[in-house]
């Protein structure tokens, strides 16, 4: 049975090619012509794959509706966690994981920082849009013309002298975002706290959510940060092809600073109480 089941699905990476008829399935399977039309025929009962005209075999569409089906049953944020929290505790920053949904980007999912001073951040509470590093990444996704309607759309708020002034200056930085393929916000939103940003891709290569790493100045500067940025890239490959079982392409980025302070491998009790800033 299990030779059965092998030689069957052997014939759905075929028909991917291309229509294929009973002499090609055949062949390549290197079976008899009666064994893998009783093969293409149960599959055809399934809906698998279908017989055209020609009688030549092609996938099905019922193959295609159980594919869409999975893809829009993936839940991204229970494929990320635990590379959220193995990034976490490499380095001991803030990790987040955000998505776009209805005109807004949105926190699902957020590992604590280890060191006293922590990020002002909840999951299910909407960024802002203009300046985070993972509304950069996943609006930076869109058409051109998307983005564009986006980008007119948004007031901008002046959160710090760092922050995107307006449509115009937010659109440039969304196209530098797409170009090199990740995203910071170096005290856009607050002065004194620094992030960085990567994609998490679905099967079509199109962004389904952004990751990122943020840290306050007490805690490491801006350039050491910076340094982290090919680990966070590789932490969201991964994360996409376990989402997607695609290899993304990625653009590896230097280090160009001194190493960043790491957190403890073991979580040090602070002497003050923890203090939230917005990130």
Request: net charge neutral; with cysteine.
């Amino acid at each position: 049975m299990s030779q059965t089941v092998d030689r069957a699905l052997s014939i759905l990476p075929l028909l991917a090619e291309g229509p294929a008829g009973l002499g090609q399935v055949a062949d390549r399977l290197g079976v008899h012509k009666s064994t893998a039309l009783r093969l293409l025929r149960t599959l055809h009962e399934h809906g698998l794959v279908y017989r055209q005209a020609d009688q030549r075999y092609r996938l099905g569409a019922r193959l295609f509706a159980l594919a869409q089906e999975a893809v829009e049953n993936l839940d991204v944020r229970e494929i990320a966690h635990p590379h959220l929290v193995a990034l976490n505790e490499k380095v001991g920053h803030t990790i987040h994981l955000a998505v776009y949904e209805e005109n807004e980007v949105l926190y699902i999912d957020k590992v604590e920082s280890r060191y006293p001073v922590r990020m002002y951040s909840r999951i299910g509470k909407p960024v802002a849009i203009t300046v985070a590093a993972v509304a950069k990444l996943l609006l930076a996704d869109l058409s051109e013309p998307e983005r564009r309607a986006v980008a007119e759309k948004l007031d901008y708020p002046a959160y710090t002298a760092r922050s995107t002034p307006n449509a115009p200056a937010f659109l440039r930085e969304l196209e530098k975002v797409r170009e090199q393929g990740w995203a910071t916000d170096l005290g856009g939103h607050e002065e004194s706290i620094n992030c960085i940003g990567a994609p998490i891709r679905g099967a079509d290569g199109r962004v389904v959510a952004a990751m990122s790493m943020s840290a306050p100045n007490v805690v490491v500067t801006a350039e050491e940060l910076l340094t982290l940025l090919p680990l966070v890239r590789r932490t969201a490959d991964a994360i996409s092809r376990e989402y997607s079982g695609a290899v993304p392409v990625s653009k590896e980025t230097p280090a160009k600073a001194a190493p960043a302070k790491a957190a403890p491998s073991t979580p040090s009790t602070p002497s003050t109480p923890s203090k939230e800033v917005t990130p």
